[in-house]
């Protein structure tokens, strides 16, 4: 890789790196940006530079892309499989063929199996392949999930994946792997640091790539998928249609208190940002729990309706910027403001607040208990005799559950606090949310964790 200035633009809470190629020439190549593009911006802005050209490797599930803003406001070239059947303006590339972007290289290889149309770009300095972005594809230790289009079409995708990653992996060893999904994604299986690699550690490492034939390599795959958010089945779509234009810097407007109750009653639903801990003390009934942090975007995706106008509530000291780009980026433009003083102006207006009980691990004795994460977490060590049902399947659940006390928990208690806000809305009384995990119950009690299922 030497004498390619490459900076990865990582977004934690998606779990998906973008990568900024410096073309050497005032001019810059980025690859998989999302519709947030301030940390494209920055780091462009920061080294002079120009965004040139704009390559997405796929219409991605878990994000909107950035590529059609660059594209109409920076006149960018957009570089994108034509299998992808875009409706807007862009170069469309098919297997095989090459961009020049002023010496450097990018080769586009079709490589089906995240999504049909799926391309990775081979980024060739002179005749010498430096680097592959391998967006949903080769992944460190992996390869991404098969599943997200259909299930009808899920098995001949698992197989397409297959003889993707083979063609991947007979590039040159010391060829670097620049995937986009990684630890973190929910297109992604493993959990892991690194999030970048080379094609010879790879097929030393990745346990996909040592599948003996194709049919073991679909059964590792697809056995280690679990679920993803619901906002991915809609955002290909909106991707290839081109997402919506932003003509300025997007703002959250304050509400008053009567506007707000206004709007509640024509259907809007209140989100509630603040730490749990916040939440637990006082807040507005009905209101559902997401606390802004890296994984906020994720949350929101999972449960917040995108067919309802959605409300802000958080404190002075939480960024609105970053809680509006989060909404945005996967495709909630229907935050339409937040409330004015946040819930001190809801009391001070004498309004009816509602509280939620927390405990330690000490209060977890003789009661139910109700474990929300995910199925690998669950299986990996949970309460004895705990009920398991994740977050992202509670909304559908709610009418099942026993009207009884009960202590839910996760991990830490921020996803059980949304859990415990959801149930509330249904009507449910008597909760209590655990601040912290099952490990931590292990640690105060002496108790075991039980295992499996």
């Not at 998906?16 to 410096?22: E, I, P, Q």
């Not at 790879?202 to 998928?225: C, I, K, M, W, Y």
Request: charged residues 20%; contains cysteine.
């Amino acid at each position: 890789m030497a004498g390619i200035d490459l900076v990865p633009l990582v977004d934690e809470g998606l779990g998906n790196s973008a990568y900024l190629v410096d073309l050497g020439d005032g001019r810059a190549l980025v690859v998989d940006v999302s519709r947030d593009l301030r940390a494209v911006h920055a780091a462009a802005d920061s080294r002079g530079l120009t965004v040139a050209f704009a390559a997405d490797t796929h219409l991605h599930a878990d994000f909107l892309s950035g590529a059609h803003q660059l594209g109409a406001t920076g006149g960018t070239r957009v570089l994108a499989s034509a299998a992808g059947d875009r409706e807007f303006p862009h170069t469309g590339l098919r297997d095989g063929d090459e961009v020049d972007l002023g010496g450097l290289r990018l080769r586009a290889l079709m490589t089906p199996g995240h999504t049909h149309e799926h391309l990775c770009f081979l980024l060739l300095d002179g005749e010498k392949e430096v680097g592959v972005f391998t967006g949903g594809s080769l992944l460190v230790g992996s390869a991404a999930r098969t599943d997200l289009i259909s299930p009808e079409r899920t098995e001949a995708l698992t197989r397409a994946q297959y003889t993707s990653l083979q063609r991947l992996a007979a590039l040159p060893g010391q060829v670097a792997v620049w995937p986009t999904h990684g630890a973190g994604s929910f297109c992604s299986a493993p959990p892991g640091a690194d999030r970048t690699s080379t094609i010879e550690r790879e097929r030393a490492t990745n346990p996909l790539l040592a599948a003996a034939d194709e049919d073991t390599f679909v059964h590792q795959l697809l056995g280690s998928l679990g679920s993803y958010p619901p906002y991915f089945r809609r955002l290909g779509e909106i991707n290839r249609v081109g997402p919506p234009l932003l003509d300025r810097e997007p703002v959250l407007p304050a509400l008053t208190v009567d506007t707000v109750r206004t709007l509640l009653g024509e259907g809007a639903a209140l989100i509630d940002v603040r730490p749990l801990t916040r939440f637990a003390a006082a807040h507005i009934p009905g209101a559902l729990s997401i606390p802004l942090r890296p994984v906020f975007a994720s949350w929101l995706g999972w449960l917040a309706p995108t067919d309802r106008r959605l409300i802000i509530v958080r404190d002075d000291d939480q960024d609105v910027d970053e809680i509006v780009w989060q909404g945005l980026k996967i495709g909630y433009d229907n935050l339409i403001g937040e409330l004015d003083g946040g819930l001190a102006a809801w009391t001070a207006a004498e309004l009816e607040v509602a509280t939620t009980a927390l405990t330690g691990p000490e209060g977890v004795r003789n009661v139910r208990v109700l474990d929300i994460r995910q199925r690998p977490e669950y299986l990996a060590g949970h309460l004895p005799g705990a009920v398991h049902i994740e977050l992202g399947a509670l909304a559908g659940r709610v009418d099942d559950l026993p009207r009884e006390p009960t202590v839910v928990m996760c991990g830490h208690g921020e996803r059980a606090m949304g859990a415990a806000s959801l149930l509330e809305r249904a009507g449910h009384r008597n909760l209590t949310v655990l601040d912290g995990g099952p490990d931590d119950w292990a640690a105060a009690t002496g108790r075991t964790l039980e295992t499996g299922g």
